[in-house]
């Protein structure tokens, strides 16, 4: 795919800054298991503490959206999933998925919940994460999303500790969650074990998905798988 020099960039609207387009198989939420594409754009305002995909922080190229569904489309996927940094960092991103559900693909947003969603296509499903206070990022969580949301949309918290549990299942709570949607809860890879947060939920009796990164497991996280 031909990138585009940054002055021409700014001055069009169809242009992405991209670090990486590629054929995996859906590591999480409700597309779990399914053959995805994978557009990560670059950028990111946020610095969570255990993030796994800082090197999309900067670099990128420029890439119009053209370019990206044509390369999109090479793969032959039915899933494709619009991910990051934080991909709502670059109002273009709200016409790509756009693009895309027109092209009729199944398209999941990833987005770190820190940046308004009310423009995002209602036929994208938005995976929003609520950020943990272990996160280092809690602050950034901005809570008028969470009225947006609707049954095809699914939340995500990552949990690094048992505070970080007791925190989530209070939040859930609150703002009733699972009447909404999904709610999925995923370990901090190196931080608490699995079967520790899967006890906590099966305890409780708790009323979310407990999942694990598929990635992780089958690629230990390299970067385009
Ligand atoms: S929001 Fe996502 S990409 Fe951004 S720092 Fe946090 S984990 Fe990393």
């Not at 991209?18 to 995805?36: D, N, V």
């Not at 693909?105 to 994208?124: F, H, K, N, P």
Request: net charge negative; hydrophobic share 40%.
């Amino acid at each position: 795919m031909n990138a585009v020099p940054d002055e021409a960039a700014q001055a069009s609207p169809d242009r992405l800054r991209l670090t990486e387009i590629f054929l995996s198989l859906q590591g999480e939420a409700r597309a779990i298991g399914w053959p995805t594409v994978f557009v990560r754009l670059t950028g990111c305002p946020l610095r969570c503490q255990y993030c796994d995909t800082a090197y999309a922080f900067h670099g990128g190229q420029w890439h119009d959206i053209d370019a990206i569904l044509a390369e999109v489309a090479s793969y032959g996927a039915r899933h494709v999933c619009v991910t990051g940094g934080e991909p709502l960092a670059q109002k273009r991103c709200i016409g790509l998925l756009k693009r895309l559900c027109d092209a009729g693909y199944e398209v999941s947003l990833e987005t770190s919940g820190a940046i308004d969603i009310s423009e995002v296509d209602l036929r994208v499903s938005r995976v929003l994460d609520i950020k943990t206070p272990g996160s280092a990022e809690v602050h950034r969580n901005l809570w008028s999303n969470l009225a947006l949301l609707t049954p095809h949309d699914q939340v995500k918290f990552v949990i690094c500790s048992r505070e970080d549990y007791d925190w989530a299942r209070g939040i859930v709570a609150e703002h009733r969650l699972t009447d909404i949607c999904d709610v999925l809860f995923s370990p901090s890879f190196t931080q608490i074990k699995p079967s520790d947060l899967a006890d906590w939920i099966v305890a409780d009796r708790l009323p979310v998905r407990f999942q694990l990164q598929l990635h992780k497991i089958l690629w230990n996280d390299e970067p385009g798988r």
